[in-house]
């Protein structure tokens, strides 16, 4: 499968900087026959950004972080799956752990941003993992699979082959502990389990599973060359470019 590598930019980048690391982004030759690469800047620099690639031959994605459950009107602050597409958007990472956590989204919400963000056409990363918590009490498991199938709930098969997968253990984000190659396969493998039982093993095999949580160059390698990771969503270490194009390496 063709590793596909995700950078999170989340809200840290200010205008000058975002565009100063697309353009390193975009300058560094990256060879898109092996790997896909999307980047996932704030709201107001998508259009930017995507401006910046246009007549160039770059397959560089760009990525939203987030995307209302609404789809137009009176909801004041938001931003639809037609404005991000308009923009330049062709990805949505939907369901982060953040997301869950600081403004309570429930998987009944990100299953609905799931299934308006697929029928706008907008591929989508959904984004599962367990707390701390949860592991110590050996719920990881568990906690995943629900996640995984209610985020897909109501998912068509023809529109499975649009959703990328992105399993980050909470206690993984942004604390620079990650979780081992071996702890990621175990879990990943579980997600295809469920993949294949909602949509048969043919189908499972093609969607993507990406691992999220303190990935850097240094274990870039170990966690990518899992059978089943077949990607990294990268926060912290997407904001540097030699950090973000380490870790592409890694991916072959
Ligand atoms: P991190 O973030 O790489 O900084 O741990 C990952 C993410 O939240 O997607």
Redesign the pocket.
């Given at each position: 499968m063709k590793p596909y590598i995700?950078g999170?930019w989340?809200m840290n980048l200010d205008l000058q900087q975002s565009t100063d690391l697309a353009g390193k982004i975009l300058h560094a030759g990256i060879d898109y026959e092996s790997v896909d690469v999307a980047i996932a800047p704030a709201f107001p620099f998508i259009n930017v950004i995507k401006v910046m690639t246009t007549g160039t031959k770059t397959r560089l994605a760009i990525a939203a972080q987030n995307m209302s459950s609404e789809d137009k009107g009176a909801f004041t602050g938001e931003v639809s799956p037609s404005m991000l597409k308009s923009a330049g958007a062709s990805v949505v990472?939907l369901g982060?752990?953040?997301r869950r956590q600081i403004f309570g989204e429930t998987d009944e919400l990100i299953n609905k941003k799931v299934r308006l963000a697929l029928g706008y056409g907008l591929n989508v990363i959904l984004?599962v993992g367990e707390t701390l918590f949860e592991r110590d009490a050996q719920s990881h498991f568990e906690t995943v699979a629900a996640q995984t199938a209610k985020g897909l709930k109501d998912v068509p098969l023809d529109k499975i082959e649009q959703v990328a997968i992105?399993y980050?253990p909470v206690w993984?984000?942004?604390?620079?502990a990650?979780a081992s190659p071996a702890d990621a396969q175990a879990m990943h493998a579980r997600i295809r389990d469920i993949l294949k039982r909602l949509y048969g093993p043919v189908i499972s095999n093609k969607i993507r599973i990406l691992y999220?949580?303190?990935?850097?160059p240094e274990n870039a390698k170990g966690l990518l060359h899992q059978p089943d990771v077949n990607g990294a969503?990268?926060?912290?270490?997407?904001l540097k470019a030699e950090d973000f194009l380490g870790i592409i390496n890694y991916s072959k």
């Open positions: 995700v999170n989340k990472i982060h752990s953040e984004c992105a980050e993984a984000i942004g604390t620079g990650n999220g949580g303190s990935v850097k969503l990268i926060g912290g270490a997407s």
